[in-house]
């Protein structure tokens, strides 16, 4: 891959439809559904029921279903294709020391960092408490470990930061390769509008967090819930 090519993330060669696929999947509906999910866990500032009404309630069995294929299934989708991407990386910042080619590696580093966060949070918070435990997440159990669990503390505010890179900095590339910005001034633009993004993104979910570690603290330390006893 050419140093312009890395620097835009876009592909040298492979399918077109595939690669187009697989980027526009990462914007809509992954990305939408994404910020929506960071808004509606500020609903922690209003304590448990808003918490557990807008993020773990559903009107019908079929619209938690209905909302979560529309979640997982670009990001199975999506990871598939940048794995794919994953392996046919070339990293030549030493060579080429740009600002553009940092943030080329720091997608990946992110991309990587996200799989991983994804897949415990998706596993943790969402699968397991409903199909081991048979009912969804409650507010206080997430919010005793993120105040008195050190490493789910530590993995949510990373695992944030990454997402929160990862989309904007996504979104960026996102709108070079679909010929969205292309003029030097529509690009400066845009990377205005990416750390807007990027800082937003930041402060829903830490704000979140900071929401659900607070009404945490406010729990005994040696509370066992029922979810955390089958951890
Ligand atoms: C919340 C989940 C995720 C969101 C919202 C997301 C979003 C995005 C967006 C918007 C792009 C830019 C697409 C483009 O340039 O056209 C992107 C690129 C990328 N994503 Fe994700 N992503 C997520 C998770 C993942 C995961 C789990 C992986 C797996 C390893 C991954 C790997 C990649 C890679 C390698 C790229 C760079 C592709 C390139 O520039 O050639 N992403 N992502």
Known sequence: MSS?????????DGSFIRSR??????????????IDHL?????AFKGAEAWQSQVTEYSHPIAFVASSLVALLPLALHTIWGIGRLRTSKVNI???PYFSNLKYILQRITAVGVLFFLGAHIWLAMLQPRLVVGRPEPFADIAHEMAHHVPTLLVY????????YHLANGLHTFAMGWGIATSRRALRKLQAVIW????????????????????????????????????
């Open 94 to 96: 030493a060579r080429y």
């Open 196 to 231: 807007v993004v990027f800082l937003g993104m930041l402060a829903m979910g830490w704000g979140s967090i900071y929401a659900l570690y607070d009404a945490g603290s406010q729990l005994p330390a040696t509370t066992v819930q029922q979810t955390n006893a089958s951890r």
């Open 21 to 34: 696929l697989g980027s526009f999947l990462a914007v809509v509906p992954l990305t939408i559904w994404t």
């Open 157 to 164: 505010t990373l695992g944030v930061l990454g997402v929160s």
């Open 4 to 12: 312009a090519a890395a620097s835009t993330g876009r592909p040298v």
């Open 39 to 43: 808004w509606n866990n500020l609903a």
